[in-house]
């Protein structure tokens, strides 16, 4: 098999490490692994393995001729049999296939507001999809969407797989006291709900004050942006809550921390829970998306509701106060990655389902 994945940025979210994911693993199972970037690259760039021949289109505008015909050149010389394209980028993948019929094309679904789908567009989706040959998302609840409102009928779930990454120059050192960390793997995004964080976060410095929160995930400088750190000054958190905007060094950033949260109003299945379990984190995470699936309450984490702040505070305080529950949490994360979530696992269900349907 020869398999190209397209993403449009190589910004640090998670459908552009599930692509980069993707590529790198692939590069070690098949004859010709591929990446294609079409609008922005970014900081995910140096995680891209040196046995994936990668290219960056520098797409200027949404029908990009020249970026169509570069594209086909790249497919063409390669041989390329499948092209994989991530979220938003399978409008230039058919455009593709318009100019390159023989190619076969997958959609891969990361839509992150599950929980809204009722309000998500399908006009432009339903004028292409009929130009691939199958559909990938990341949750059930994205794959009976495609299926009734999309009415496409090779759809196939896989969850996301973690991926330690390459090995990188950049080495964050996050504030606070070690072994008093709690940890956000979040984009600055309204989805996300960091004000959860900073309600929190509120309550912890009057009841826990050696305790630090730590943001990670990248800055869009915008009214969401503004007002979180609006909020950090109002409720005197500037040396308990910090902000370090998008950063590479996850797997050393992680061995610093020593909670991982997730306060998420809406999930599909976060690549951040996947690290936080490969690196032995223990979590509270909010009850969206594939979440559930992933930790079952009091056995491997503590799962609340949405907009839950005391339920999440007390959960929180539970883990804080016992080194014993955050060994055994962590534990029983890792094993339930390992078991469910891992590369190895996932992609044998992918190479069956591209035999046997694509």
Same mark, same amino acid.
């Given at each position: 098999m020869?398999?190209l994945?397209?993403i449009?940025?190589?910004?640090?979210?998670?459908?552009e490490r599930?692509a980069?994911?993707?590529?790198?693993a692939?590069?070690?199972?098949i004859?010709?692994?591929g990446?294609?970037?079409?609008?922005?690259e970014g900081p995910?760039?140096?995680?891209?393995?040196?046995?994936v021949l990668?290219?960056f289109?520098n797409?200027?505008?949404v029908i990009?001729?020249q970026s169509?015909?570069?594209?086909?050149k790249?497919v063409?010389?390669?041989t390329?049999d +499948?092209v994989? #394209?991530?979220?938003?980028s399978?409008?230039?993948t $058919? @455009?593709?296939k318009?100019?390159?019929?023989? *190619? &076969? /094309?997958?959609?891969h679904?990361?839509?992150?507001?599950?929980e809204?789908?009722?309000q998500r567009?399908?006009?432009?989706?339903?004028?292409?999809?009929?130009?691939?040959?199958?559909i990938?998302t990341?949750n059930?609840k994205?794959k009976?969407?495609?299926?009734?409102?999309?009415?496409?009928?090779?759809?196939?779930y896989?969850?996301?797989?973690?991926?330690?990454?390459?090995?990188?120059?950049?080495?964050?050192?996050l504030r606070g006291?070690?072994g008093?960390?709690? +940890?956000?793997? #979040?984009?600055?995004?309204?989805?996300k709900?960091h $004000? @959860?964080v900073?309600?929190?976060?509120?309550k *912890? &410095? /009057?009841?826990?004050?050696?305790w630090?929160?730590?943001?990670?995930?990248?800055?869009f400088?915008d009214?969401?942006?503004?007002k979180?750190?609006?909020?950090i000054?109002d409720?005197?958190l500037e040396n308990?809550?910090f902000?370090?905007?998008s950063?590479?060094?996850?797997k050393n950033?992680?061995?610093?921390?020593t909670i991982?949260?997730?306060?998420?109003q809406?999930?599909?299945?976060?690549v951040?829970?996947?690290?936080?379990?490969?690196f032995?984190?223990?979590v509270?995470?909010t009850?969206?998306g594939?979440?559930?699936?992933?930790?079952?309450?009091?056995i491997?984490?503590f799962?609340?509701?949405t907009?839950?702040?005391q339920?999440f505070?007390?959960?929180?305080?539970?883990?804080m106060?016992?080194?014993?529950?955050?060994?055994?949490?962590?534990?029983?994360?890792?094993k339930t990655?390992?078991?469910n979530?891992?590369?190895?696992?996932?992609l044998?269900?992918?190479?069956?389902?591209i035999?046997?349907?694509?």
């Amino acid at each position: 098999m020869r398999i190209l994945q397209i993403i449009d940025s190589l910004e640090a979210g998670g459908a552009e490490r599930m692509a980069v994911n993707y590529a790198n693993a692939l590069a070690n199972e098949i004859e010709f692994s591929g990446l294609v970037v079409t609008r922005k690259e970014g900081p995910l760039l140096n995680q891209i393995s040196s046995n994936v021949l990668y290219l960056f289109l520098n797409k200027k505008s949404v029908i990009d001729i020249q970026s169509v015909l570069k594209l086909r050149k790249f497919v063409i010389q390669n041989t390329v049999d +499948i092209v994989q #394209a991530h979220s938003t980028s399978f409008f230039l993948t $058919f @455009l593709l296939k318009l100019t390159y019929p023989r *190619i &076969k /094309l997958i959609w891969h679904d990361h839509y992150g507001d599950s929980e809204f789908l009722s309000q998500r567009p399908s006009l432009s989706l339903k004028l292409v999809l009929p130009f691939f040959n199958g559909i990938i998302t990341v949750n059930q609840k994205l794959k009976i969407w495609a299926e009734q409102k999309l009415h496409f009928k090779n759809v196939i779930y896989f969850p996301n797989f973690p991926s330690e990454e390459n090995t990188i120059s950049e080495q964050t050192i996050l504030r606070g006291i070690q072994g008093k960390r709690i +940890i956000s793997l #979040a984009n600055l995004r309204v989805q996300k709900d960091h $004000f @959860l964080v900073l309600e929190v976060a509120k309550k *912890i &410095k /009057l009841s826990h004050p050696d305790w630090t929160f730590h943001l990670v995930g990248k800055d869009f400088e915008d009214d969401y942006s503004k007002k979180i750190k609006t909020m950090i000054l109002d409720f005197n958190l500037e040396n308990t809550v910090f902000v370090y905007g998008s950063r590479n060094d996850i797997k050393n950033i992680l061995e610093q921390s020593t909670i991982g949260i997730l306060t998420s109003q809406s999930e599909g299945l976060p690549v951040a829970l996947l690290e936080y379990g490969l690196f032995k984190k223990p979590v509270v995470v909010t009850n969206v998306g594939e979440i559930p699936l992933v930790i079952q309450d009091g056995i491997n984490g503590f799962v609340v509701e949405t907009n839950s702040e005391q339920l999440f505070y007390d959960s929180l305080v539970k883990l804080m106060e016992s080194d014993t529950l955050r060994l055994h949490f962590g534990n029983e994360l890792q094993k339930t990655i390992g078991n469910n979530y891992s590369e190895q696992a996932v992609l044998q269900q992918y190479s069956n389902w591209i035999k046997t349907s694509i």
